[in-house]
């Protein structure tokens, strides 16, 4: 299955380093080309000879290599498809978030520009501390997809998230990666966040969307090897086409630029129905009145105009209720004229608006519809993609 592909394999130092021989059988069973690089603290756990038999090719731990004429973390970086960092201690993900590049693995992960998956293990504590969150939100700022840890018995003697994330996990993320570069680049032009309706130079209407679900699309887009165009509300920094907009009219602009070109397109924004008709030009002053009165103008649907333009897109929606939600969102997919309408349920707590997790359902034109039970937005946006482009 993975013959032809040059897969990079970066150990760190922690006790999971162990499982990683068995990972490397994993790709070498489907014949990929493995090479292994590691810190000098994973071999504490692992030896180099059992690496090197194991995936068939030299370890690289040292960055000067005077038998070598190219500079090893160039070549390495040239030569793979994809890098594997695994298992990725706290340590090493803080040294690549701050780019310092202090030994071989953390020099190729610095050149790299082809996909990294990070798969950290680590203390729970370690895991948690704000610190690490930060260097690993980085980290997604280039091109890094995070295959965060599990819960369970750790290997410290306590109980929490923090183990090594299934081997399965890593070799199924790594080899769709893989091959789903092998197929025709597709063009998604994803929307996030929560569109910014001006009432003056300091005051806005908005509403509660994150973004993160729209990001997480954008991100699935990307890892499997498309062109993504994420048109967003909300900062955000990735390897991919960034269109930073405020109100519903720019987004539309910006949709509207792209869409020609475009096979998939995903409204996952929040786009306000209305603005604030004739929006100050200087701050409002407070009057002695007891009452504002705004008077609001309808907002361009998007998502609707698209759909009567469109010639060969196939196009979805979200739809974000807080009652009926199927009843209204059967209403509107056919008001759209969308081919998919993915609704959530914005009045629960452990899911859609700023939560990491959703659950929602999809609706096709043809009536039919499909639930992805709660899970991370990441494996929502995996199953949402799958699912469209069936
Ligand atoms: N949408 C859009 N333009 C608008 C309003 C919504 O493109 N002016 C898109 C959203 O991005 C989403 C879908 O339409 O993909 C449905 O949005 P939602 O807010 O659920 O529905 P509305 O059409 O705004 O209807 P209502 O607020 O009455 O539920």
Known sequence: MLRGKNILIGITGGIAAYKICELIRMFKRENANVRVVCTKNA???????????????????????VKNYKPQHISYADEADIMVIAPATANTISKIASGICDNLLTSIACAFRKPILVAPAMNCNMWENPVIKENLEKLSTICCKILEPENGFLACGYEGKGRLCSLDKIFKETSAILLNHQKNKKKYIITAGGT????????????YSSGKMGIALADEAYFQGNDAVLITTVDVKRPYKIVK???AQDMKLAVEKEFDTADFVIM?????????????????????DDELTLTLVKNPDILKELCNNKTHQIIAGFCAESENLLENAAKKIKEKGCD????????????????????????KRNGNRKTLERAPKSEIARLILKEINE
């Open 43 to 65: 071999l504490n756990f692992v030896t180099e000879l059992t690496l090197q038999n194991l995936s068939q090719n030299d370890v690289g731990v040292e960055e000067f290599d």
């Open 196 to 207: 910014i309706e001006d009432i003056d130079p300091v005051r806005y209407i908005s509403n």
């Open 245 to 247: 907009v405020k109100s």
């Open 268 to 288: 996952a924004a929040a786009v306000a129905d209305y603005r604030v008709k004739n929006k100050a030009e200087q701050k409002l002053k407070k009057t002695n």
């Open 340 to 363: 998919y309408l993915i609704a959530n349920d914005i009045s629960r707590q452990d899911i859609g608006f700023s939560s990491e997790y959703n659950e929602v359902t999809i609706l």
